[in-house]
């Protein structure tokens, strides 16, 4: 497939027209119009359904739209990964997470990587959802972490690990002195929660682990974001679901509490289609499930 007509494609789509592609890429509308008609003719099928100034996208249209943003986003990721092998620069891995991953998760699961690869120069940044799966797509994120298992239409993905689900509470909570909890002493106390239902996978998940305990939560979305996830438990005066070690957390001020009945939560990990890395390959290959 030629990949200028295919960008020219995508620029019509998202102008509206013919008329504004043309302008934003300096090109002339019969100039532009033939490309796209040699790209249908490459492709076999009709793309656009053109009614005067007015355009559509067809079955085939849109399924090259979704995935051709893709492939271009890839060719891109290409081209700058020639570019600095050409300027024998140091090869950089760009990994972001969501706030409900701890870092110190994330840092386990690159751990062996990190060593395998001395020469690479590795950058952890946490980012919001939004921000997670834009940046996986324009390709300045490298591999995209967040919890739960999110379908996406147009990036690859995997679960990357599971990790076992505790609860954090403030040390002078009344479940403070406890070595392990079940889910349904739960029910009395308000969870929090990073975003509300429906609103995030995770957060769905964390509330149908309350329901197959036998109970509806009463939950509260986090109004502090960023900081380690039991944190939580301090600034929002609730119980909040975690991963990270039982025992004491952030200097003792909060209590991390073991449930009954192990469950795991999965690590989803995004990354750009139609790319290859021997970084993100190793790092999906040599973690263990927790």
């Given amino acids: 497939m030629d990949l200028r007509r295919l960008t020219q494609f995508v620029a019509v789509v ?10 934003l890429l300096h090109l002339s509308q019969q100039a532009l119009s033939s490309a796209v008609r040699q790209l249908e003719k490459d492709i076999g099928a009709e793309l656009l359904v053109r009614a005067g100034r007015q355009i559509s996208l067809t079955p085939a249209g849109r399924t090259l739209l979704d995935e051709g943003r893709a492939l271009l986003a890839a060719a891109d990721t290409l ?3 020639a570019r600095a092998a050409a300027r024998l620069e140091r090869d950089e891995f760009v990994v972001a997470h969501t ?6 998760d994330v840092y386990r699961l690159l751990e062996a990587t990190i060593a395998h690869f001395p020469t690479t120069s590795f950058t952890v940044r946490q980012v919001f959802p939004a921000d997670l799966v834009a940046g996986v797509h324009d390709g300045t994120v490298h591999l ?3 919890r739960g298992v999110v379908p996406q239409e147009r990036l690859a993905a995997t679960v990357a ?14 479940l403070a002195g406890r070595r392990s909890i079940g889910v349904i002493e739960l029910a009395a106390h308000p969870i929090v929660l990073w975003s509300p239902p429906g609103a995030s996978y995770y957060s769905d998940f964390l509330v149908n682990v309350c329901r197959r305990a036998g109970f509806e939560p ?18 929002d005066d609730g119980v909040v679901f975690v991963t ?14 073991d449930l009954d009945t192990p469950t795991l939560v999965p690590m989803q990990a995004l990354w750009q ?16 499930v927790s």
């Avoid at 690990?161 to 403030?170: E, G």
């Avoid at 009463?218 to 939580?232: F, K, L, M």
């Avoid at 139609?274 to 263990?288: G, N, Y």
């Fill in 14 to 23: 998202d102008a509206g027209g013919f008329t504004r592609a043309a302008a």
């Fill in 144 to 146: 995209g972490l967040r």
């Fill in 244 to 257: 990270a070690a039982a025992g004491p957390a952030l200097g003792g001020t909060v209590h991390v509490i």
């Fill in 79 to 81: 081209a700058q990964h």
């Fill in 218 to 235: 009463r939950y509260r979305v986090s109004r502090v974001q960023g900081c380690p996830p039991e944190a939580a438990a301090l600034t």
């Fill in 273 to 288: 289609p139609h790319t290859v890395s021997l970084v993100r390959e190793a790092i999906l290959r040599t973690d263990d």
């Fill in 99 to 104: 706030p409900a991953i701890d870092n110190r």
């Fill in 161 to 174: 690990r599971y990790d076992p689900l505790r609860v954090a509470v403030a040390a002078t909570h009344p």
